[in-house]
């Protein structure tokens, strides 16, 4: 391991304590395929003296058997680990390496070359420090060059080392050497990187990996290895105010409510004023608890659990800030997208975003336009196809807390996920929230939904009820708020038809509108449940998906779905508006049931049979339910 | 402040790892073999979530040949930590009574570890497993994520894995699939061993040199822990001074000559030595892509 053999056999714990105190670079090396990247890792592993003697065996069998390399040894098996990328001989994901010197601890990201694999060079550059970009000297900067040095830039990878290898096969070329050297630099100059050193390698023939090379005696810089060594890096965000996502609350008993998350900004210590977005709260710090006793202060980076000194409403998600300076909150965004999935993004597709400990609903716009990498032109675009990158609004369905990527890694970066395989189809960038949404601050107010309910003596909830045509929610719906009424509870009926003449005077029955009647009625009714209600409402809404978006808007348990089951025969025959008759003429056009579908509720809270109950009794068995879940008392 | 040193970070990286699982989870459990790994892991869940006690269960796959030390150790560790045990034995291969001896390492494994591991999950229903694995073990876990997606019939797909990002970890899944979380992605032997010392985590026994009852056999010292051991022509139990760089199956656990009997004297023998913890292990020279196999297949 690179170690003074002699202070280990000597004195074992002060080479501990030595080798305790050192630090930590994770670096990626990128590059176009058959430049030498496993190559140069497995050098840098051999060099360093982490391989092992079954390792070094188990190398020499794999090289004869699979090496490209004569007799000699094939660096590159060490690090080709799958047995698929054996077989074509070329690297196909991220692999990680661990390697120690006198100096540092390093993990590498070996991140592939070839195009179609870019997602796993931005996977690999998005937790590293510095890049290491490989150039065959035979062929100079090529497009990968470009692309990778870019996506390094835009990962606000400050540090990159331009290896240029293969350097044995131009004749150890100063001239070749500088002019790849300048290429690459007017090209970088672009993408504001702060520091470049240009390196002259054979990571075959171990020229410049560990010590000056005899045979580049024109070049003065550091080896490789001793740059890696040296280079002083530090975490974004260390330097800035605290940001602490809430991962999870912590309560072993009731007099113990802790939150426990990684800090990813500033310190923290007892008595600071923290606050607490997206509520604004603010309270102050009263211990940071560790299962090694309580801290006097702790960092970016460390996991802690902290404990406040005011009694707020905090869950998972929410940020814990700095008082006097706190991260943004918005909903909406300009944002740079990486997009991973062969499946291309779609503006106004709904994806799911994680943002720190948040999970959320999500939209993109149409890309505002494409980054050409190989002269950062922009283009336009429809969609994002798997590996582009390109500019687009991103919408959530809440305001979360975030800081700009630039200012903060991990405030500002987020992943997409598709709904349906769950694959990780995208990555991101926040730039900066669009003012529309930025300036509209949420407020924290003093009487809360709570405060509300206390007052009323009831607790607010929506009862969705959903059903053909005919069906009888409305008959049911009448009855329902007329008994809620007799209790004294704060009722409001919303009901279809007379919605229809108002809010949604402008929307038709077409899909699209039927999606948006809903998610209407759904925000009316949010703000009406937020207002301490209990609202019932009385629609059609034969869409689960939407059923399942007007549920989101409330809280957990504020949702009562009621299934008003009527067969569709018995509605038909009824018909008492006329409308099926209508509709089987053709002069009616999506009507449920008979032209557009009718999505039956997988899981209702309440399932009424109207064939088996009369409209009376189903009515109070809606309140009976209400009653038994505590949304009111019998009494009222 | 200082900074943060080496074994600080992969510390709090760990304890981010488990409490982000932990929050994203319907039914997690931690996969437990008795090992340093697995004590590491144990030490690092008690820490993420105190003054709470880790939210899941423990979980032993037993093969019924570990070490008769290793169950105590494990009886000591479940009291200690206040964590429900589950110990799970594949009846089917105790039924067919499956040995290393009469059928092979391969089989042996599959049926008992493979085999048990998913009977134990399904049977279960945990959604998220936590394993011990370390990057640095063998060259495909040097591609494993830190949430490592498995099909319903619990397929590691090495082809099509989730891009992991910053310290975004994607845990959503469908019904029936499931997420395996490693926890230890990022730290190595040295460090395992460094954190052990410091931390003054206990470890199984074996791994401290002690006079053991060995034979000599295809070129490792095997252990003879128990009658089951049929012993060849000629072998007999000599005592020798040995300690275990990694615990598995008795029959299947390769020891060293050593007479380091102190952490300390471990990680200086470590550091002296030149062959890696997996040789000990006979599993994995079965061929060349032996592991990866093991794991497509639902390996841990």
């Known amino acids: 391991m690179g170690a003074p053999t002699s202070l280990i056999e000597q004195d074992i714990e002060k080479y501990l304590v030595v080798h305790q105190n050192k630090s930590l670079l994770r670096f990626i090396t990128c590059g176009s395929v058959d430049d030498g990247k496993s190559t140069l890792i497995g050098r840098l592993l051999y060099e360093s003296k982490a391989l092992l003697e079954d390792q070094l065996s188990a190398l020499e069998g794999d090289s004869r058997k699979f090496g490209t390399q004569g007799d000699e040894l094939d660096f590159a098996l060490l690090v080709d680990g799958l047995s698929a990328e054996r077989e074509q001989g070329i690297t196909i994901d991220v692999a990680y390496r661990f390697f120690t010197t006198e100096r540092r601890k390093f993990i590498v ?25 490989l150039v065959d000297a035979r062929k100079g900067v090529l497009t990968q060059t470009r692309r990778h040095s870019f996506l390094v830039a835009l990962l606000g990878i400050r540090h990159i080392v331009l290896a240029i290898n293969k350097l044995d096969m131009v004749g150890y070329s100063r001239e070749t050497f500088d002019a790849i ?40 810089g550091p080896s490789l290895l001793q740059h890696l060594e040296e280079v002083a890096v530090d975490a974004i965000g260390a330097a800035g105010p605290l940001r602490m996502p809430v991962q999870w609350v912590n309560r072993p008993s009731p007099d113990f409510r802790g939150f426990c998350g990684r800090i990813l900004g500033g310190r923290v210590r007892p008595g600071d004023r923290v606050r607490v977005l997206p509520s604004g709260k603010q309270s102050t710090v009263a211990r940071v608890n560790t299962f090694d006793g309580d801290l006097a202060e702790a960092q970016a980076g460390q996991s802690v659990t902290l404990t406040l000194a005011d ?88 305001a979360v807390a975030f800081d700009a990527y630039a200012d903060n890694r991990d405030m500002g970066s987020f992943i997409v996920i598709d709904r349906l395989s769950n694959q990780t189809v995208g990555a991101g960038l926040l730039h900066f929230a669009l003012r529309r949404s930025q300036n509209i ?28 045509s005919g069906s009888g929610k409305s008959t049911i719906a009448n009855i ?28 038709g029955f077409t899909d699209a509108d039927r999606v948006e009647n809903i998610r209407r009625i759904g925000e009316v009714a949010r703000l009406m449940v937020d207002a301490g209600m209990i609202v019932i409402t009385a629609f059609i809404s034969p869409f689960r998906s939407e059923r399942r978006l007007a549920r989101s808007m409330v809280g957990e348990g504020e949702f009562v779905e009621i299934f008003v089951d009527t067969p569709l025969e018995i509605v038909e025959q009824r018909d008492s508006k006329g409308l099926y008759r209508k509709a089987r003429k053709g002069e009616l056009k999506n009507f449920t049931g008979v032209d557009s579908p009718y999505e039956i509720p997988e899981s209702p809270e309440l399932h009424i049979e109207t064939l088996r109950s009369d409209p009376e009794d189903a009515a109070t068995g809606i309140v009976d339910y209400l009653i038994q879940h505590g949304v009111m008392n019998a009494a009222g | 402040m200082s900074a943060l040193t080496h074994l600080q970070r992969l510390e709090a990286e760990s304890i981010d790892i488990l409490r982000e699982a932990v929050a ?27 003054p709470s006690r880790p939210p899941f269960p423990l979980l032993h796959v037993d093969t019924t040949w570990k070490f008769k030390v290793m169950y105590e150790f494990r009886a000591r560790m479940a009291a200690e930590s ?97 997420i395996r979380v490693f926890p230890l992605s990022n730290w190595t032997e040295l460090d ?47 005592l020798r001074s040995v300690r275990f760089r990694t615990l598995g199956c008795y029959p299947l656990t390769g020891a060293v000559p050593s007479r380091a009997t102190t952490v300390l004297a471990i990680i200086q023998e470590m550091l002296l030595a030149r062959t890696t913890e997996r040789q000990g292990r006979l599993i994995d020279h079965d061929s060349t892509a032996s592991m990866e196999n093991k794991k497509a297949e639902g390996y841990f």
């Open chain 1, 109 to 133: 990201a070996d991140t592939p070359g070839h195009e179609q694999y870019t997602r796993n060079m931005v996977t690999g550059a998005s937790t590293a420090d510095l890049a290491v970009i």
């Open chain 1, 181 to 220: 050297d300048r290429e690459y630099r007017e090209f970088a100059s672009k993408l504001g990187v702060e520091h470049i050193v240009s390196i002259p390698l054979s990571a075959l023939r171990g020229d410049n990996i560990t010590s000056a090379s005899a045979n580049t005696p024109w070049y003065v």
């Open chain 1, 311 to 398: 009694e707020i409403d905090i869950s998972r998600g929410d940020v814990i800030c700095a008082a006097a300076d706190p991260a943004g909150l918005a909903d909406q965004f300009e944002t740079t997208v990486v997009w991973m999935n062969e499946h291309a993004m779609l503006p106004g597709r709904p994806y799911l975003v994680k943002l720190g400990a948040n999970t959320l609903g999500a939209s993109f716009g149409q890309p505002k336009y494409l980054i050409d990498v190989n002269n950062l032109d922009h283009l336009a675009a429809k969609t994002l196809a798997l590996n582009e990158t390109g500019v687009c609004n991103l919408t959530l369905d809440r």
């Open chain 1, 441 to 468: 601050h949420w407020q924290a107010v003093e009487v809360d939904k709570q405060a509300r309910a206390r007052q009323n003596g009831h607790k607010p909830c929506v009862l969705w009820l959903t059903g053909l």
């Open chain 1, 480 to 507: 329902v708020e007329r008994q809620l009424h007799a209790l004294d509870a704060r009722t409001y009926l919303l009901d279809g038809d007379n919605v229809r003449h108002g809010l949604s005077k402008d929307l």
């Open chain 2, 24 to 50: 994203e989870a319907e039914h997690p459990v931690m996969l437990y073999s008795i090992g340093k790994d697995s004590s590491v892991m144990l030490h690092l869940a008690r820490k993420a979530f105190f």
């Open chain 2, 82 to 178: 206040g964590l429900q045990l589950l110990v799970h034995i594949n009846s089917e291969a105790e039924r067919l009574g499956i040995n290393p001896f009469t059928h092979g390492s391969a089989r042996h494994t599959d049926l008992w570890k493979t085999e048990g591991l998913k009977q134990a999950l399904d049977q279960h229903g945990f959604d998220v497993a936590f394993g011990g694995a370390r990057r640095d073990e063998e060259k495909s876990r040097a591609k494993e994520r830190v949430f490592s997606f498995r099909s319903a019939q619990h397929r590691w797909d090495p082809k099509n894995q989730r891009p992991e990002l910053w310290r975004l970890y994607n845990a959503r899944k469908n019904r029936g699939e499931s």
């Open chain 2, 192 to 238: 395992i061993w460094q954190y052990i010392h410091l931390e003054d985590i206990p470890v199984v026994p074996l791994y401290f040199a002690a006079e053991r009852p060995v034979v000599e056999r295809d070129g490792q010292l095997i252990m003879v822990d128990d009658a089951r051991f049929p012993l060849r022509e000629g072998e007999t139990p000599m």
